[in-house]
């Protein structure tokens, strides 16, 4: 199955400052990826996603970018605020999601 | 947008006990159910896939016979914890792929299971 890896663990950052996560994965023939925020006790939520066709995708504050030759895909936020702070998952699709270990962001006032 | 309609929020059950989750694509037809299952600060796990009408496929690791999944129509998937013990509570996920998602995939709200 696929493997993703997903780094920095945890992150704290400065209000204002951006933040910067990072994926790996090992099926080059995945083609969707997705990248969710999580707060405590509740679903996934999909903030950006991008396929392979493109090598970067940007949404507001929000940006992804991929590189589908290194097959490693990063999550940009810029701006941060504190309604920032929640876990981050990365997330390769090859027929079914297979999800990083997550990244637990902290934006500081 | 694509919705799913996931009951209960949360149960607490007696060792042993059985529980039911369900799952509802409320508009549009879930062509594929999954079932994930998350341990406090850790990611989702993925147990199953199932397909409407078809059997589900487990995940390694996965006792089939302890989690049953049923699929019988495109708008409904059931999880069942079979003889549930204290090692089973998590929180648990489905999620739909189907037409109207726009080939994404849409998670239910979660039931957080406690046994006890």
């Known amino acids: 199955g696929e493997n993703v890896e997903q780094h920095p663990s945890t992150l704290s950052v400065q209000e204002g400052d951006s933040a910067v996560i990072k994926c790996t994965y090992s099926?080059?023939?995945?083609?969707?990826f997705p990248w969710y925020k999580q707060e405590l006790g509740k679903r996934p939520q999909l903030i950006i996603d991008?396929?392979?066709?493109?090598g970067e995708k940007k949404d507001q504050r929000i940006a992804v970018t991929l590189n589908k030759t290194a097959k490693h895909f990063s999550l940009h936020i810029t701006e941060t605020q504190p309604e920032d702070s929640a876990v981050y998952f990365c997330?390769?699709?090859?027929?079914?999601?297979?999800f990083g270990a997550g990244t637990t962001v902290t934006v500081r006032a | 947008g694509a919705v799913v309609s996931q009951h209960p929020s949360w149960v607490i059950c007696k060792s042993g006990t059985s529980v039911k989750i369900e799952c509802r694509s409320l508009?549009?037809?879930?062509?594929?159910m999954f079932w994930y299952r998350q341990f406090p600060k850790q990611s989702l796990m993925l147990m199953a896939t199932?397909?409407?009408?078809?059997?589900?496929?487990?995940e390694q690791g996965v006792e089939k016979d302890k989690f049953l999944i049923n699929h019988a129509s495109l708008t409904l998937s059931t999880l069942t914890v079979t003889s549930a013990h204290p090692e089973d509570s998590s929180f648990y996920i489905c999620?739909?792929?189907?037409?109207?998602?726009?080939?994404?995939?849409?998670f239910g709200s979660g039931t957080r299971l406690t046994v006890v």
């Open positions: 999620s739909a792929a189907g037409q109207g998602t726009n080939y994404g995939y849409t």
């Open positions: 099926d080059s023939a995945s083609n969707y």
């Open positions: 991008i396929r392979s066709n493109v």
């Open positions: 997330a390769v699709d090859d027929y079914k999601l297979s």
């Open positions: 508009d549009f037809q879930a062509t594929t």
């Open positions: 199932s397909n409407e009408g078809s059997k589900a496929t487990y």
